[in-house]
């Protein structure tokens, strides 16, 4: 008799802890929801991200930036190879901070500064601040459109000073085909630091398209997380439910 009750009481406890266990499962993976306004808090984390590309950049050099923005062919440098890296990190409230390396050739069939005949190498960095819209309205929509502003330096052997400072204002949008991968578009004005600035000959238009790729919650995807809960680390060795 007494050998029973113990096993009851045994079976009872291990009933009741696994459904306490079940229980604060449930708690964690259910949505939290604000008090009175039934709308969902966004996850810890979810606006903490890195973001890295690759792609390619044009370069309009020809003197004068603002004027004959589509007539590509005798003013647009640009390479068939990937010419464009960035790595970009999430920051409070709507920013983000973003380091970006150019690479171009100017061939001498290209108009640079109003002339024909110059050759020779073009390398940019810049350090370059993003304003993101989507965050601005708390919407995470698929195209991602934003702003864009910050400082450089541009390197071109085509100039008698090659080396020279400027200014970066445009703007840019994201294509999101995951909430991983996206297309990148982007257009922006670089303004030479001298003492006719703005206009100055140094000022020149730079185009740039390419594949990002968003690593979030501290480098890894939410889109992996959500989708394949199998490759979480917990589940190997397991089989798939």
Do not use: C
Request: without cysteine.
């Amino acid at each position: 008799m007494l050998n029973l009750f113990s096993t009851n009481n045994l079976f009872g406890q291990k009933t009741k802890a696994t459904t306490r266990t079940t229980k604060e499962r449930e708690v964690k993976s259910s949505p939290v929801k604000t008090s009175g306004k039934g709308r969902t808090i966004k996850r810890k984390g979810a606006d903490d991200y890195w973001m890295f590309g690759i792609g390619g950049n044009v370069v309009d050099d020809d003197g004068s930036p603002f004027k004959y923005l589509f007539n590509a062919g005798p003013r647009w440098n640009l390479r068939p190879y990937p010419t464009r890296l960035t790595v970009e990190k999430s920051l409070k409230h709507t920013f983000s901070i973003e380091g970006v390396f150019n690479f171009n050739l100017y061939k001498g069939n290209k108009i640079i500064n109003g002339d024909l005949g110059k050759s020779g190498i073009f390398l940019s960095g810049d350090l370059n601040l993003k304003n993101d819209f989507n965050r601005m309205a708390k919407n995470d929509g698929w195209i991602n459109p934003y702003v864009v502003y910050g400082l450089g330096t541009t390197f071109r052997t085509v100039r008698s000073r090659p080396i020279g400072g400027n200014l970066n204002i445009g703007f840019g949008l994201n294509i999101w085909l995951s909430k991983m991968i996206g297309i990148n578009f982007q257009s922006i004005a670089k303004f030479g630091v001298s003492r006719i600035f703005p206009k100055s000959s140094s000022n020149y238009l730079q185009h740039s398209t390419g594949v990002v790729i968003k690593l979030q919650e501290g480098g890894k995807s939410s889109f992996l997380k959500r989708r394949y809960k199998w490759i979480d680390r917990k589940n190997i060795g397991r089989e798939r439910v």
